[in-house]
Antibody
Framework: EVQLVESGGNLVQPGGSLRLSCAAS????????MSWVRQAPGKGLEWVSA????????YYADSVRGRFTISRDNSKNTLYLQLNSLSAEDTAVYFC??????????????WGQGTLVTVSS | DIVMTQSPESLAVSLGERATINCKST????????????LAWYQQKPGQPPKLLIY???TRESGVPDRFSGSGSGTDFTLTISSLQAEDVAVYYC?????????FGPGTKVDIK
């Protein structure tokens, strides 16, 4: 059974940093694209970043490029998102999602329950 | 960036009736080399993560009831629920994965009339 469990969400001050983790199990983690999608309170879904399973390429939304870094540790079956220079606009539930294939250009067929990041002083 | 729009913002349908949600992209998401539309539909119920319903615009994900169907090509797409059930109350999102950023539509809320 595929499982994705996010952790690392917390209350952080503006300008602060946080690292989110997503522990994956139930599939061959290294061969699949993985992504982060966020949802601000009461709002819609916003794609944040993806890392491909085939070549390790990374992609970012304009709103986070240069501040967020996606990475993966295939030996630990874990996906990460490093969040820097946080602002109130980054407050959201962050979901980890598994791609349906190795390429990033695919739908997300499994999702974690999400971890809440709150940016406030 | 490819901008996704959805209509209507919300709709209320009687149990057993058809629900239709439209999704448009500002540029084609049809990849000519494989003739696939890089478009997915998701369902999100309150307090839950999204669930993949449809990918490649019209391929139903395993385990998804056949009352859900996707159609369209290029820039115009439709998600149809042929006979609305109580458990289908949710927000539905389309997403293009043709070009980064892989943008979502704003969502359509479906309720029971």
């Amino acid at each position: 059974e595929v499982q994705l469990v996010e952790s690392g969400g917390n209350l952080v001050q503006p300008g602060g940093s946080l690292r989110l983790s997503c522990a994956a199990s139930g599939f061959t983690f290294s061969t699949y694209a993985m992504s982060w999608v966020r949802q601000a309170p009461g709002k819609g879904l916003e794609w944040v970043s993806a890392i491909c399973g085939d070549d390790g390429s990374t992609y970012y939304a304009d709103s986070v490029r240069g501040r967020f870094t996606i990475s993966r540790d295939n030996s630990k079956n874990t996906l990460y998102l490093q969040l820097n220079s946080l602002s109130a606009e980054d407050t959201a539930v962050y979901f980890c999602a598994k791609g349906s294939g190795g390429r990033c250009h695919s739908g997300a067929d499994y999702w974690g329950q999400g971890t809440l990041v709150t940016v406030s002083s | 960036d490819i901008v996704m729009t959805q209509s209507p913002e919300s709709l209320a349908v009687s149990l057993g009736e058809r629900a239709t949600i439209n999704c448009k992209s500002t540029q084609s998401v049809l990849y000519s080399s494989n003739n696939k539309n890089y478009l997915a539909w998701y369902q999100q119920k309150p307090g839950q993560p999204p669930k993949l319903l449809i990918y490649w615009a019209s391929t139903r994900e395993s385990g998804v009831p056949d009352r859900f169907s996707g159609s369209g090509s290029g820039t115009d797409f439709t998600l149809t629920i042929s006979s609305l059930q109580a458990e289908d109350v949710a927000v539905y999102y389309c997403q293009q994965y043709y070009g980064t950023p892989f943008t979502f539509g704003p969502g359509t809320k479906v309720d029971i009339k």
